[in-house]
């Protein structure tokens, strides 16, 4: 077997670790190809994390954090690999001692997709404009907190249904009818190219329904040592990782993790800058907070959020 190398060795070949979805192995090879522009060689190694071998618990029920990142962190932290890729929403942002977050990668659309059955579909609905035009009574399959709670204020007729697994087969469970709807990142549906040409597809505009904190970025972890993480750092998309670190950083705040039904979503430029921001107490909230603000930097928005988002939850 090849030596580990020491502390402040010299090693050739970075050692990626992923997981082993589709759209992890996607992830991790985008990063394989940036770091080879650079002049770094890159192997993957798969590692299987927790939240991939319970794939029929809610993620809400599940005890602790880190269900999709903890092996990987253990893993960085053994020495056998050098970099984790992450979507960096299911990252906490409470770091092990010994790591750090060294760079953010190529944030896609941040939006959710609703994907119908087409039969599903409440045309009456869709014309007026309804971010869920779906028929009455419809099934909806997520396990996401954030979900629940957005789509029992939307719809409390619509009847959801516990959804896990990758993105391709939780849109395989759509077409074979145990739902009439689910919810997925657009980030991830864009990335895999997948063919939904037979589905009913609607991005919903982060006004109304909200994303989670960093949804469409990638983040990239390493130990907190100089091997790597100079090299690493120079993949940091600086602009649209000013937002990221906005969201995440009010994410810590509330010392939340998926858990939490909380999403917000901060996009623009230059001086011109939103906050979208959603906050439920539980998934049955029917008062939950709901924040649309304007400045002219990330930052700047978070902290004018943060007060109401402070009260609501009790802090």
């Known amino acids: 077997m090849p030596q580990t190398p020491a502390p402040g060795d010299f090693a050739t070949t970075c050692r990626i670790g992923t997981r082993g979805s589709d759209l992890a192995l996607w992830q991790a090879h985008t990063i394989q190809r940036l770091l080879g522009e650079l002049g770094t060689v890159a192997e993957l190694e798969i590692i299987k994390t927790k939240g991939d071998k319970i794939d029929d618990v809610p993620l809400a029920k599940l005890e602790g954090k880190g269900f999709f990142t903890k092996e990987l962190e253990d893993a960085l932290l053994a020495r056998r690999v050098d970099l984790a890729v992450h979507s960096l929403k299911d990252l906490s942002t409470e770091m092990p001692d010994g790591l750090a977050l060294v760079a953010m990668v190529g944030r896609e659309d941040p939006r959710e997709m609703l994907l119908v059955r087409r039969e599903a579909v409440d045309q009456a609905r869709l014309a007026r404009g309804e971010a869920l035009p779906l028929k009455d009574a419809a099934r909806l399959g997520t396990s996401a907190a954030r979900r629940q709670a957005q789509v029992k204020l939307l719809r409390p007729d619509v009847q959801i249904v516990d959804l896990r697994g990758n993105v391709p087969t939780r849109v395989n469970r759509l077409r074979e009818g145990r739902y009439d709807a689910i919810l997925l990142a657009c980030a991830g ?5 997948l063919d939904l040409s037979d589905l009913f597809t ?5 006004a109304v329904f909200v994303p989670a904190p960093a949804q469409g970025m990638l983040g990239l972890q390493c130990r907190d040592e100089e091997t790597w993480k100079r090299t690493i750092a120079r993949l940091d998309c600086t602009e649209a990782a000013r937002a990221v670190r906005a969201e995440r950083d009010l ?7 998926c858990q939490l039904p909380f999403g917000v979503n ?7 800058w939103t906050l979208e921001a959603f906050l439920a107490r539980d998934i049955e909230d029917r008062a939950p907070l709901r924040l649309s603000l304007t400045g002219a930097d990330p930052e700047s928005l978070a902290e004018k959020a943060w007060p109401q988002l402070a009260a609501h939850r009790g802090l």
């Open 251 to 257: 994410l810590c705040r509330l010392q939340g993790g």
């Open 266 to 272: 901060i996009t623009g430029g230059g001086a011109q």
């Open 189 to 193: 549906l864009k990335r895999l190219e």
């Open 202 to 206: 609607l991005p919903l505009d982060p």
